[in-house]
């Protein structure tokens, strides 16, 4: 760290490698998911305005880490600066420390308020003894009912071995054919993903359309450096988060899709994979990290 990044506050280093990235705060809070009051904050030096001591340190980590500096080594140069707190623990996903109102409740002290948190275990707890007594019944009612019809089936005549023989190998015949069935149907669907096609619509770097697209298509996004995406699916957002470097994600599309919008609020390092075969979006090596993707399902 040189000796003008000593003298600058932990707030304005922080903004000015921001700057240099060329992001906004609102791109930061994107790609952060930190609310943008905090981030404000964190520029201006006003620690008290975030929600806790703790998450000072958890914020200002991942805000280094999004404009590529040590969020620990930016931590321990300003350690002097910063609030004191019980842990020096520092978590790697901000989504997981953010607070919410389920965690600001307090909990309840009066005999009442303890039932009422216990309830819906108890219901829980009431619902699994009915069903498995329910079990049990249906159980010991089969037992019997096989037991009567064993002893019936002695006082009836033999069934002819010419017909049983017959019987046998019809079924067995029509179980064959259902696997058979079953296996073309499966080498079908796997001979489908394997002749899948992605291309760019025309000489756009930003449209795709894959062609013999499969019932349900898994996608795999993988992070080199830490880096924010997320993958929506005919308009509703299927799953979004940050990865942490060389982190990765599973996606499953749903069934009939026939649009996918991938956001990457890292984009360079950011790499896809749709049924085993690599998505290369980036055919041109655009340098732009924040970017948006649209791929069409044929």
Same mark, same amino acid.
């Given at each position: 760290?040189?000796?003008?990044?000593?003298?600058?506050?932990?707030?304005?280093?922080?903004?000015?490698?921001?700057?240099?990235?060329?992001?906004?705060?609102?791109?930061?809070?994107?790609?952060?998911?930190i609310q943008k009051r905090y981030l404000i904050a964190i520029e201006d030096d006003q620690f008290d305005q975030l929600p806790g001591d703790f998450y000072v340190r958890a914020?200002?980590?991942?805000?280094?880490?999004?404009?590529?500096?040590?969020?620990?080594?930016?931590?321990?140069?300003?350690?002097?600066?910063?609030?004191?707190?019980?842990?020096?623990?520092?978590?790697?996903?901000?989504?997981?420390?953010?607070?919410?109102?389920?965690?600001?409740?307090?909990?309840?002290?009066?005999?009442?308020?303890?039932?009422?948190?216990?309830?819906?275990?108890?219901?829980?707890?009431?619902?699994?003894?009915?069903?498995?007594?329910?079990?049990?019944?249906?159980?010991?009612?089969?037992?019997?009912? %096989?037991?009567? *019809?064993? #002893?019936?089936?002695? =006082?009836?005549?033999?069934?002819?071995?010419? @017909? $049983?023989?017959? &019987? !046998?190998?019809?079924?067995?015949?029509?179980?064959?054919?259902?696997?058979?069935? %079953?296996?073309? *149907?499966? #080498?079908?669907?796997? =001979?489908?993903?394997?002749?899948?096609?992605? @291309? $760019?619509?025309? &000489? !756009?770097?930003?449209a795709y359309t894959m062609t013999n697209g499969i019932d349900k298509n898994k996608v795999t996004v993988k992070a080199a450096k830490a880096a924010w995406m997320s993958v929506?699916?005919?308009?509703?957002?299927?799953?979004?988060?940050?990865?942490?470097?060389?982190?990765?994600?599973?996606?499953?599309?749903?069934?009939?899709?026939?649009?996918?919008?991938?956001?990457?609020?890292?984009?360079?390092?950011?790499?896809?994979?749709?049924n085993g075969k690599k998505f290369d979006f980036n055919p041109n090596n655009s340098s732009s990290q924040v970017r948006t993707i649209t791929l069409t399902i044929k």
């Open positions: 760290m040189s000796e003008n990044e000593e003298k600058l506050t932990i707030g304005a280093q922080l903004k000015a490698a921001r700057t240099t990235k060329g992001l906004t705060i609102d791109d930061l809070q994107q790609i952060t998911k914020f200002i980590r991942q805000y280094a880490d999004t404009v590529d500096l040590d969020g620990n080594e930016l931590l321990e140069a300003h350690r002097d600066e910063l609030p004191k707190t019980e842990s020096e623990a520092i978590v790697k996903n901000v989504d997981d420390v953010q607070p919410t109102r389920a965690s600001s409740r307090e909990q309840p002290t009066s005999p009442a308020g303890r039932v009422r948190n216990y309830l819906p275990t108890i219901i829980v707890t009431g619902i699994v003894v009915v069903i498995l007594l329910f079990i049990w019944f249906m159980a010991v009612k089969t037992h019997a009912g %096989a037991g009567s *019809a064993t #002893s019936s089936s002695s =006082s009836t005549t033999e069934v002819s071995s010419s @017909k $049983a023989t017959s &019987s !046998s190998k019809i079924a067995s015949s029509k179980a064959a054919a259902s696997s058979s069935s %079953a296996a073309k *149907a499966s #080498s079908a669907k796997k =001979s489908k993903a394997n002749q899948q096609t992605i @291309k $760019a619509d025309g &000489s !756009s770097d930003t929506t699916t005919d308009g509703t957002q299927t799953w979004q988060g940050t990865l942490t470097a060389n982190g990765t994600h599973d996606v499953t599309l749903p069934s009939g899709a026939k649009t996918v919008k991938f956001q990457f609020g890292n984009a360079t390092s950011t790499t896809v994979t749709i």
